[in-house]
């Protein structure tokens, strides 16, 4: 059974950081593209950024391409998300998702298969 486990959301201030970690388990982590999305009040989810199962390429939104890396251990099982520089428009629930085709660097939702519940992240101006 299939389980993304996300934490390190909550409120911090513009210009501050925070981490976000997501924990998987119930299928082979090394193998798949890992990627998070988010989702603001009254707006579509939207991709975020994503790395390819061996971490060595990653893709950002332009929206927060230089302010956020996203990262991952696969001998933990886990992939993060570190958010710095953070503005109110970062304010969003945030989502880990898991996709097959570990090298392809795919930004649409349907490519994957699994995701987390998503923590909130507020940020205050």
């Known amino acids: 059974q299939v389980h993304l486990g996300e934490s390190g959301g909550g409120l911090v201030q513009a210009g501050g950081s925070l981490r976000l970690s997501c924990q998987a388990s119930?299928?082979?982590?090394?193998?798949?593209?890992m990627a998070w999305f988010r989702q603001a009040p009254g707006k579509a989810r939207e991709f975020v950024a994503v790395i390819a199962w061996s971490g060595g390429s990653t893709r950002y939104a332009d929206s927060v391409k230089g302010r956020f890396t996203i990262s991952r251990d696969n001998a933990e099982n886990t992939l993060y998300l570190q958010m710095n520089s953070l503005k109110p428009e970062d304010t969003a629930v945030y989502y880990c998702?898991?996709?097959?085709?570990?090298?392809?660097?795919?930004?649409?939702?349907?490519?994957?298969?699994?995701w987390g519940q998503g923590p909130q992240v507020i940020v205050s101006s």
């Open positions: 998702a898991a996709g097959a085709g570990g090298s392809y660097l795919s930004i649409l939702e349907y490519q994957y298969s699994d």
């Open positions: 119930g299928f082979t982590f090394s193998s798949y593209r």
